[in-house]
């Protein structure tokens, strides 16, 4: 029954795809940038018009409280069958910021769609895809099913927080305090990639993160470099030269203990990598490179996917403006992140770190360090059923075999699931790799938001024709 | 004769001194940052104030194009008796950039008079010393001398710059274009430091300077660190690496040739400034510091005046702002300095610079650079006539000594007037090492404006006096 409805829905879908778009343009005009104090009356504006929109479709929408921006739970009753499975949907509406903005070749939040120099039309806004476009693949589908049938085919509830751009320090406090509201047989994301723009993905493993920044402190004050210069401490010059020997000549990270607990990966895997068309030529080409930068002896496909990683996000000290300026200055920062995989644990590292910054210190300097996150990676079940269900819903809408990927990203919200809610969950993301997501123009292809849409009412029918486990 | 009306101009300078002191403050309000294209208009009211008062003691004063932001030339002419000497005096107008500006007390174009944690009357603002203070000395010392006697015991012609701290780079064919205007028997220059509050110095040598920009380019565009980290590279690390590189374990530069044609100190000058009570504790412990941080095994004063050095002036790359951004920045650039002493070639030094981040540059990396400033060191001959003449004078003022020193910091005007004028140049100043010049809460001592004042009365006397080579 669920499938001759299915089809009523895609039909409905096609019909209302200049709406789905303009609603979508609605929400990324909102300048939700989460690390940005001046901007959180823009997540609160993000959150509010989201649980309206949710309640609109006859969920029970509200807009809760966190130690930081809000976030919205909607629960929405399928009227279905008992017996059908129960799904917790999460995204968020949080963007990264904007800078360095004179990059962008619009304002980034007046989203257009444009056509892209290969003739592929795109949505263009900071939020395009990451998250606003994706999860709005998912709400669109849910207000199609809604529309055509006055339901949903099962039960759905929503998980929509603001803080994934700043590491979601307060989620896991919330997911405690709210874990009756929100459970659930197992849980949905949307916000990863797909193999490539023809083949649909199901990403199965994740990179973990720790993030910290660090701050060294030499003088009391800037000083001229040519009275002090010689004589004083320059915390630019300590800071470089500890950064500069992370990376050892190979490509490896030389923090003690880094690469304790770190496997192989299985020959089977790796020769099914080998196997694939990942290359310079596919993945770095685009991006101005051809030659991959981390470990030497690797397949670039581990270094993204299975190999722990360091790299330097931002670094600022001293005189950064126009001309010049002959200062020593008193401090100086960077903020540094590790990208791990299964078998390291997040707080070692971040204590590797800063031991090895702090034992590096020559005298006169201090260090003071600020945790902005810190999660595990993730390895989810391949065999789970809402994960085969929703690769057969997926395999069907795109006429390709979704694929089993593993992602270089990290998705802390998965693990969190796992460990307070019991949930498992299965990632499925219409990204493309050429997104400039967390870069200026970042963009979603028009198709990926198009088939997402379908996608999901597609998974949804599959999920709710699943036997309950 | 001179030496009768000296007398009368220090009485005047003494009962003018409130006023002295207003028309520095109006000065000082000007906002002449030569690094800001924003603030040229301010450069441009610096000098338009400056000629106007130099008009109003009689100097046929005018401001002149140059490539870039305009310099004063005017010319006094003392209606003295044929046979006394003419001076050149140089000063310059502009001012350093104010930022981190959230770490000045007070708004740094705001001057005011205020106690200092010790007890010493100080002038707070930009500039207040470096230079607009320094050159007040002198224009306050002529005004007295043109209102008690009517004109000037000497001929004077004044060449005030706005460009000194973007690295004079219009200046050099600014003095070839007026050669005949500024022609002169030596020069004075007003821009250096005291030997201690109590002693007063002629600075008799410089160090040079090279100043140079490097910018590292890798991927096209800012990427996502979770999605290509471990394959993209990142042009933070690529510089981090680099540039901490640059100083080896003894804080020794390790650019090759970096030491070549340096000479140690002649045995009689080490053994005097053994002697000296130059220490850490004194030069150090007030900025916060206790070890010298330069080659070691040197003395610490031939850290800051007899030996040549590196220091980064200024990095930035990737995402500095609050919170965390998880991106792989397309560049990272950074701001690079190099103090010289004789025999060092600033062409040189720059080229070995070069060269060394462009042998270091991985695949896919690309660096561009900027070329701000570069001048050779100077030394001065400790037995030139005016030089001795000021030394008498000085040593009258302050009832000390005027020692002869060095100064690690670079005037490249020393060398220009030398190479295009012919000049040499006798250095009197009265900056403080806690001046905070360049540095947030830039100060003058009020007793080194007002007996600075004194002291130009005094010199221009001594001057006038001295048998005309």
Redesign the interface.
């Given at each position: 029954m669920t499938t001759q409805k299915l089809s009523a829905v895609l039909d409905h879908i096609e019909a209302d795809s200049d709406n789905s778009l303009a609603r979508l343009f609605t929400l990324l005009r909102i300048k939700s940038i989460?690390?940005?104090?001046a901007h959180a009356k823009d997540c609160k504006a993000a959150a509010d018009h989201l649980a309206h929109d949710l309640a609109s479709l006859g969920f029970a929408a509200e807009v809760l409280p966190t130690g930081g921006h809000p976030a919205v739970v909607a629960k929405g009753n399928g009227g279905a069958p008992s017996g059908r499975p129960h799904v917790l949907f999460y995204g968020h509406y949080d963007v990264?910021?904007v800078?360095p903005v004179e990059?962008w070749h619009r304002p980034p939040f007046e989203p257009a769609v444009v056509d892209h120099a290969d003739g592929r039309k795109i949505i263009v806004a900071r939020g395009a895809e990451d998250d606003k476009g994706q999860l709005m693949t998912f709400v669109e589908a849910c207000r199609a099913w809604h529309k055509v049938t006055g339901s949903l085919p099962l039960d759905v509830t929503f998980l929509i927080e603001g803080e994934e751009?700043?590491?979601s320090k307060h989620l896991v406090a919330f997911l405690e305090n709210h874990k009756k509201d929100l459970a659930a047989d197992f849980a949905l994301v949307c916000d990863t990639?797909m193999w490539d723009p023809d083949t649909p993905a199901i990403t199965t493993a994740l990179?973990g993160?720790v993030?910290d920044?660090v701050r060294i402190t030499?003088?009391?004050?800037?000083?001229?470099?040519?009275?002090?210069?010689?004589?004083?401490?320059?915390p630019?010059?300590v800071?470089?030269?500890?950064?500069?020997?992370?990376?050892d000549d190979n490509g490896c990270v030389t923090l003690p203990g880094f690469y304790d607990g770190v496997k192989d990966l299985p020959p089977d895997i790796l020769a099914q990598w080998k196997a694939l068309a990942f290359t310079p030529e596919t993945?770095?080409k685009p991006?101005?490179?051809?030659?991959?930068?981390?470990?030497s002896g690797r397949l670039?496909i581990e270094?993204?996917f299975s190999?722990p990683?360091c790299?330097?996000?931002?670094?600022?000290?001293?005189?950064?403006?126009?001309?010049?300026?002959?200062?020593?200055?008193s401090q100086?920062s960077?903020?540094v992140?590790f990208?791990l995989v299964e078998g390291q644990d997040p707080a070692k590292i971040r204590a590797a770190f800063r031991a090895y910054v702090t034992e590096r210190l020559?005298?006169?300097c201090t260090a003071d360090f600020i945790d902005?996150?810190g999660a595990p990676a993730v390895s989810l079940d391949w065999q789970m059923k809402p994960l085969l269900a929703a690769k057969r819903a997926l395999s069907e809408e795109w006429g390709r075999e979704a694929q089993l990927i593993g992602?270089?990203?990290?998705i802390p919200v998965v693990g969190d699931f796992k460990r307070t809610l019991g949930l498992d969950t299965v990632l499925v993301g219409f990204g493309l790799?050429d997104d400039?997501?967390?870069?200026?123009?970042e963009k979603y292809d028009l198709k990926s938001f198009q088939k997402g849409i379908r996608s999901w009412a597609r998974i949804l029918a599959a999920l709710a024709d699943m036997p309950k486990a």
């Open positions: 989460s690390a940005d104090p990264q910021p800078d990059l751009e700043v590491g990639s990179r993160l993030y920044e030499a003088a009391n004050r800037d000083l001229h470099s040519g009275l002090f210069g010689g004589a004083a401490q320059n630019i010059r800071l470089t030269r500890i950064l500069g020997g992370l990376h993945f770095l991006i101005g490179l051809s030659v991959p930068a981390g470990e670039m270094q993204v190999r990683t790299d330097i996000n931002g670094i600022v000290g001293g005189y950064t403006g126009e001309g010049s300026k002959t200062v020593i200055p100086a960077a903020k992140s990208r020559p005298k006169d902005h996150s992602s270089g990203g990290s790799d400039n997501i967390h870069s200026p123009n």
